[in-house]
């Protein structure tokens, strides 16, 4: 047994003002070599992913961390044993190698390697290594206190062979992304999930037709050097100048994606979670970009270089289509100024607004609906039923029973162009006003759902909004939005199309004006409308048709019940 005193210590080094941050990913596992430099464990603050590298060479020993552990400076990772040293185990795997394999029976070959598997079953003299053990279910493992965990990404389809340790799909929780590895090398047959799915320990990913040859190839004994750390907090230069590229990423708003859409995002790029969440944050598909890595495996700094490429042929494309960029100016030269950080939400929603105004031809309709009738009956109910009815749930049910009547404004229209998209669903998104900047949830199966459950569905959702708790899906699969301003003020205004959508509807406050009924002039309450529409899809005609009809079921509620 070597002696304890040639083992070093490794800690959590210094990681800045921070204290309690989570192990997101532990890259390595006892037993295993590494190289000096590669990196043990991930950790990920509210500001930054951080790789913490070793300091020398060595075997993993006591290794004392795991995924969702939090940790400080001076808490203790693992131990490293000199690459020299030799213990028990090893030199017994080391005997046992310098047999032949027939003075050397399978079971006792199995119990002496340190990279066995305790569960795996004796290989017969007569197997070939390629040969298939037989069929696997391979199921979520230990994720530590989490529960109906979405999967973000595939990265393996039906008929793939993958490796040991080969990753499979990745989960992301609130607080962190993993990839679970396959444990053994084989064949996929079958998948149990898909894209979106949430799940937790033990439910069932996919079947492997597995193969004998152990959890771990010829490729464990040569350890690869993982991605280099890029992302510590003392290293702020790099924070700064990912900063400027996520900045400069996000203003590409003009094109349609950083990427190529033909592919599903990321779906056989081999990059580890910190450099995924790395080109999340800056909207690039890791399906374009090239790696440097070992095995090609794609590194942060490859997606730094990649987005500056883009960036570069992006300003070609600009100045090619006519579209020349806003001069960057010094505005403290004519007075104090203050720069304040753009929230999260809205840099993204100023990416899909601007994507939008440029990639659809917006016209848009005007007119005004007569909502006295309704008003009364609204407050009315409010003081007879328990459930608060705003103006919102008619206007989404109007909408949806003029999407039955034309279901064109409820389609989309394909990437390429050549082809209508009819929704045989109807659900419909409204723009919600946070502190953090505008999000639209949408509303679920609008055509199967009276006014009360609209009332609460939106009230629910709204609140969500509010304090910042949707979930991804409840932002996603909207037919039309509608935008309304009426609590706030103003006539008429031009809402953008939320696209891929064809149509959005803008709702103004209702005033009360003198109507003419044929006789006198009676007062009414009017509400502005404003239907805004992508002309690619939708003609002049059939928006004065769609918003006519609107009218009609605002200004006698009894029509939304024919």
Not at 30 to 46: F, P, R, T, W, Y
Not at 351 to 357: G, I, V
């Amino acid at each position: 047994m070597a002696d304890a005193r040639n083992h070093m210590k490794v800690d959590v080094p210094d990681i800045g003002d921070y204290s309690d941050v989570p192990v997101i990913e532990v890259l390595v596992a006892n037993g295993e070599s590494v190289e000096k430099d590669q990196a043990l464990i991930v950790l990920e603050s509210e500001k930054s992913t951080l790789e913490v590298p070793a300091p020398s060479a060595g075997i993993v020993r006591n290794l004392k961390l795991k995924v969702d552990d939090k940790v400080s400076q001076g808490d203790a990772i693992c131990e490293l044993e000199s690459a020299g040293e030799k213990t028990e185990s090893t030199e017994a795997a080391e005997g046992a190698q310098t047999q032949t394999p027939s003075s050397v029976p399978a079971q006792e070959a199995a119990a002496v390697s340190p990279d066995s598997e305790p569960d795996a079953e004796p290989a017969s003299n007569d197997d070939a290594a390629a040969q298939a053990a037989g069929i696997e279910v391979i199921t979520v493992p230990d994720i530590g206190d989490f529960d109906s965990v979405p999967v973000i990404e595939l990265l393996v389809a039906v008929g793939d062979q993958v490796q040991a340790e080969q990753a499979l799909l990745v989960l992301e929780s609130e607080k962190s992304t993993l990839e679970v590895p396959s444990p053994k090398a084989g064949k996929v047959i079958g998948l149990k999930v898909k894209l979106d799915d949430k799940v937790s320990k033990g439910d069932a990913l996919l079947e492997l037709e597995v193969t004998t040859g152990g959890k771990k190839s010829a490729a464990k004994a040569a350890p690869t050097k993982k991605e280099s750390p890029v992302s510590n907090p003392a290293e702020a230069p790099f924070r700064k100048e990912k900063e400027a590229l996520k900045s400069s990423a996000q203003a590409l708003g003009a094109q349609k994606s950083l990427e190529s859409p033909s592919k599903s995002p990321d779906s056989s790029a081999h990059a580890g979670p910190a450099t995924r969440k790395f080109a999340r944050e800056l909207g690039v598909d890791l399906i374009g970009v090239k790696g440097s890595g070992p095995k090609n495996r794609i590194l942060i700094e490859d997606v730094q270089k990649h987005v500056k490429q883009r960036m570069q042929s992006s300003v070609v494309t600009q100045k090619e289509s006519g579209i020349p960029p806003i001069p960057a100016q010094d505005f403290s030269r004519y007075g104090q100024i203050e720069e304040v950080p753009l929230s999260r939400i809205r840099k993204l929603s100023a990416k899909h607004l601007q994507r939008s105004w440029l990639n659809v031809p917006h016209v848009t309709q005007n007119d005004e609906v007569d909502v006295t009738e309704l008003e009364a009956f609204r407050k009315k109910a409010n003081q007879e039923g328990d459930v608060k009815l705003t103006l919102l749930p008619f206007i989404i049910k109007a909408v949806a029973a003029a999407l039955k009547k034309y279901p064109e404004f409820g389609s989309s229209l394909s990437s390429d162009g050549e082809r209508l998209i009819m929704k045989h669903y109807c659900h419909i998104g409204f723009a919600a006003d946070t502190p953090e900047g505008l999000v639209v949830p949408v509303v679920k199966d609008v055509w199967s759902k009276g006014i009360e459950k609209l009332a609460k569905d939106c009230a629910d959702l709204a609140a969500k909004a509010r304090d910042a708790k949707l979930k991804p899906d409840e932002m996603r699969g909207g037919c039309f939005s509608i935008s309304s301003l009426g609590g706030i003020g103003g006539s008429h205004f031009t809402p953008i199309v939320n696209a891929p959508e064809v149509a959005i509807l803008g709702v103004s406050r209702g005033v009360m004006k003198p109507v003419w009924d044929g006789s006198q002039f009676q007062p009414r309450l009017m509400v502005p409308l404003s239907l805004s529409y992508d002309h690619r899809v939708i003609d002049g005609a059939a928006a004065a048709r769609f918003i006519v009809y609107l009218v009609e079921l605002l200004g006698d509620i009894r029509r939304l019940s024919l």
